[in-house]
């Protein structure tokens, strides 16, 4: 399924014009030019999730589920509610040659996960605006007409718990999805060492899909934990990040 894109004018022929032209070339199954458009759109700075969901349905063609699975993310973060995204992106998984085990939970960060995972950025942000807004509406008008009962006082201090709560999480995604750099191999096949160099005692081979976070580089490597926690330096050919 590919998703529509209106954008402005953009190097000779309007961005909208060439997402149509790819979208054109994806319905005649020209995979390969609908995907050069597509990444032209990108190289000139438009980010959308209807463009990286495109995207990734044209690597999934072309035979690179490893890039599927890197756009489909991409679109997920933008577009966390999308249910075509969603659905390709759990079909591209299945895919997957590695999986890894023995995964270690942190309950804390598993439930600030959960809480946020539903919401883009954007919906977080504007949801703990509202809040605050009605926080101080509510508190104005107190003042102002003087109330003091107890009934007010219960309702600031229930609103200000969720204007906290909600500028926690706001923070908390912040910081994972665009503080931390988050990557995916996207080679078929990469080994991941104990240092950063191929000298090094080879911790455990991974394939395309499998989702990290980066610690550190150095030179062309990345020091990466994979979700089950374990490290390792990875060469950064094999990898993309998110």
Not at 24 to 37: E, P, T
Request: proline share 3%; glycine share 8%; with cysteine.
């Amino acid at each position: 399924m590919l998703i529509s894109l209106f954008a402005a004018p953009t190097f000779g022929i309007s961005a909208d014009s060439l997402f149509s032209r790819a979208n054109s070339h994806y319905q005649n199954k020209d995979y390969g030019k609908a995907l050069d458009d597509y990444l032209k759109l990108e190289d000139n700075g438009f980010e959308s999730a209807p463009l990286y969901f495109n995207i990734g349905n044209c690597y999934f063609k072309e035979g690179k589920p490893g890039y599927a699975i890197l756009y489909y993310l991409r679109a997920q973060r933008l577009d966390p509610f999308d249910e075509d995204i969603e659905t390709n992106l759990q079909f591209a998984r299945q895919f997957m040659p590695t999986r890894l085990e023995g995964v270690q939970i942190n309950p804390v960060s598993t439930f600030m996960e959960t809480l946020v995972e539903p919401f883009s950025l954007n919906g977080l942000a504007w949801i703990a605006s509202v809040l605050f807004i009605l926080f101080l509406l509510l508190w104005s008008a107190k003042i102002y007409f003087g109330i003091d009962n107890t009934g007010s006082k219960i309702g600031l201090y229930i609103l200000l718990s969720f204007v906290v709560v909600s500028s926690a999480l706001t923070t908390y995604k912040y910081r994972t999805d665009y503080l931390i750099d988050k990557g995916v191999i996207v080679a078929d096949e990469a080994r991941i060492y104990s240092g950063p160099g191929e000298g090094n005692d080879i911790e455990f081979v991974g394939g395309f899909g499998l989702e990290f976070e980066v610690e550190n580089e150095s030179g062309e490597y990345y020091l990466v934990t994979f979700e089950n926690k374990r490290k390792g330096w990875i060469n950064k050919e094999y990898v993309e990040i998110i």
